[in-house]
């Protein structure tokens, strides 16, 4: 019995992640809150951008409306924890994960029967739908938003948010790269037609794909309404944070395992950098602007390619270096 | 033993009739060949048989088993694998992934083991680890056909397999094909090259203006009236 899997050597990816989450894991008894807030930044968007890369990278529908997902989960912790509900926060989670998996299940039904800029309109309008309820419904705050109760905790935040992340990578590289739902779900991606001619329900297939690409975001932004003690419709339901999530999935590597996570990194350093620097400025979005068109033009693999054009250069200089020694009397 | 029964099919597109009251039998193991001029409506029955399109009247049956207007993963499920006219490769993936793609609803358990034999049947070892989008036209017929020995159908809808495919690979598809054949196969095969009709074919079936003209043997087809005005503009009273 010898059943296939892709996606490279699973003891050196699932190696690394162990090795990066033990790492991180000392972060807290070697700096201050201020830089544990930023790896938890990091950790956040590195996993929302994960979950993008399901429905995008791997199964190759564009959602425009990634967003909705985040603030179903944000505003399911943050209901059920107000002093009327008074749930145990980590009850919370699994809650948003099934609201938000159960939206996408709705939605994708008929949407994901969609191509291209369609599926992308369709769910743009979800997260636009989705803002406008919970900016007239009441039990959502309205456009006042809602509070949650405050826990004055940086690293249990943090821990929180770098193992949801960790977890989501896991699963996701499991399922994607080792798991014959990947191949289904690549085969859609490539060929939908061809892919029914394979005995795929393709159908089924990409309901799955974008019910877990949704469980991801709801479950951090339910962590991430905890944090930091208040959202309303604009701060977890804005579209920039679609915008973000696609941009970071870009520039790190689109359908690779590790891109989202490189992508969020090295944003979310400069976005913080230019903030530190030049205040509350609108020059990260020019600056993001200029990233994306090099990436695009020099990079379009993004920047897992990076270590992949080393390797080769290295090869190159080897070789060349091969030459000149036969070559030389 | 029948193994497919298609039934006065008919499917239009507009005013156009491009499957028009078809009705012929397969039998097991048997190869059949469907030739036509372009335009005749072969690759619109192959898709009615696959599940791509639904036919407006008629019924498929495979095995006994009524398929018709099922969804075309539910007819490769029940044992219809097919090729297509434009290979339809999974571009982004390996060769050896494509192949691994085509047993994920049937034997993913000797997946691997049996991809490498498939490769290694069709001379493919060497660019196994190559992205699919990178072969040339004729390997990627190869690969088509890699698929289809992957999951190992009862049936076999085969759409021009050996169109501009170099006569040594195209070598490697008929004994593949022949192969299968001999272990209880069936084919239905799309063929425009008269020689490969010919030599592979057990009957041939002539469609023209999505109506079957003729079938029987190649020697009994090729004397057929019908088929010499279909392919030559000959008109049958001549």
């Not at chain 1, 291209?116 to 419904?137: M, P, S």
Request: proline share 4%.
């Amino acid at each position: 019995m010898s059943r296939p899997a892709s996606g490279g050597n699973p003891y050196l990816n699932l190696g690394v992640l162990v090795l990066v989450v033990a790492a991180l894991s000392l972060l807290p008894m070697m700096t201050t809150p201020y830089y544990i807030r930023i790896a938890t930044g990091i950790a956040m968007w590195a996993g929302i951008a994960l979950s993008w890369n399901v429905i995008c990278g791997y199964a190759g529908y564009i959602s425009f409306g990634h967003v909705a997902f985040f603030g179903i989960g944000a505003y399911t912790t943050a209901i059920l924890m107000q002093p009327q509900h008074d749930w145990n926060f980590w009850a919370t989670l699994p809650v948003a994960a099934v609201i938000a998996g159960a939206v996408a299940a709705l939605v994708g039904w008929p949407a994901l029967r969609l191509k291209g800029a369609y599926f992308a309109i369709a769910t743009w309008a979800l997260a636009e739908a989705v803002r406008e309820l919970t900016t007239i419904l009441k039990f959502t705050g309205g456009s006042g938003g809602l509070t949650t109760p405050i826990r004055n905790d940086d690293n249990f935040f943090f821990y929180t948010m770098l193992a949801a992340a960790a977890i989501a990578f896991a699963v996701c590289y499991v399922l994607l790269e080792r798991s014959r739902f990947g191949f289904r779900v690549k085969a859609v991606r490539d060929n939908e037609i061809a892919a029914r001619a394979q005995g795929i329900n393709t159908t089924l297939i990409k309901i799955e794909a974008f019910v877990l690409s949704a469980i991801i975001p709801a479950v951090l932004g339910g962590i991430n309404a905890y944090w930091i003690t208040f959202i309303n419709p604009q701060s977890v339901l804005n579209t920039i944070i679609t915008d973000q999530l696609v941009v970071m999935v870009l520039v790190g590597g689109l359908g690779h395992a590790w891109g989202p996570a490189l992508g969020a990194t090295a944003l979310f350093l400069l976005q913080e950098q230019l903030r530190v620097s030049y205040g509350e400025t609108t020059a990260y979005i020019i600056i993001v602007g200029a990233l994306v068109m090099a990436v695009v033009l020099f990079l379009p693999d993004g920047l897992v390619s990076l270590a992949r054009r080393a390797r080769r250069m290295r090869l190159v200089r080897q070789l060349i270096g091969r030459t000149r020694q036969e070559a030389t009397p | 033993m029948t193994v497919l029964a298609v039934d006065d099919l008919f499917r239009s597109f507009g005013g156009i009739h491009a499957v028009d009251g078809v009705t012929f039998d397969v039998e097991q193991a048997e190869i059949v060949g469907i030739i036509g001029p372009n335009g005749s409506g072969k690759s619109t029955l192959f898709n009615l048989l696959t599940g791509v399109l639904k036919p407006d009247a008629g019924t498929i049956s495979l095995f006994g088993r009524n398929i018709t207007g099922l969804a075309a993963f539910r007819i490769a499920r029940a044992g219809l694998g097919r090729t297509f006219q434009i290979p339809a490769l999974f571009v982004n993936m390996t060769v050896r992934e494509n192949l691994w793609t085509a047993a994920v609803q049937f034997d993913w358990d000797n997946a691997r083991a049996d991809a490498d034999a498939v490769l290694e049947r069709l001379e493919l070892t060497h660019v196994a680890d190559d992205l699919a989008s990178t072969l040339s036209g004729g390997q990627q017929r190869l690969l088509e056909m890699g698929r289809v020995l992957m999951q190992n159908p009862k049936v076999a809808l085969l759409d021009e397999v050996a169109a501009g495919v170099h006569p040594r690979l195209r070598q490697i598809m008929l004994d593949a094909i022949r192969g299968l054949r001999d272990a209880g196969t069936t084919f239905l095969v799309i063929e425009h090259d008269m020689e490969l009709a010919q030599d592979i074919c057990d009957r041939i079936i002539v469609m023209d203006a999505g109506k079957i003209v003729a079938q029987g043997s190649f020697e009994e087809i090729s004397h057929d009236p019908h088929v010499m005005e279909a392919y030559l503009g000959v008109p049958t009273s001549e």
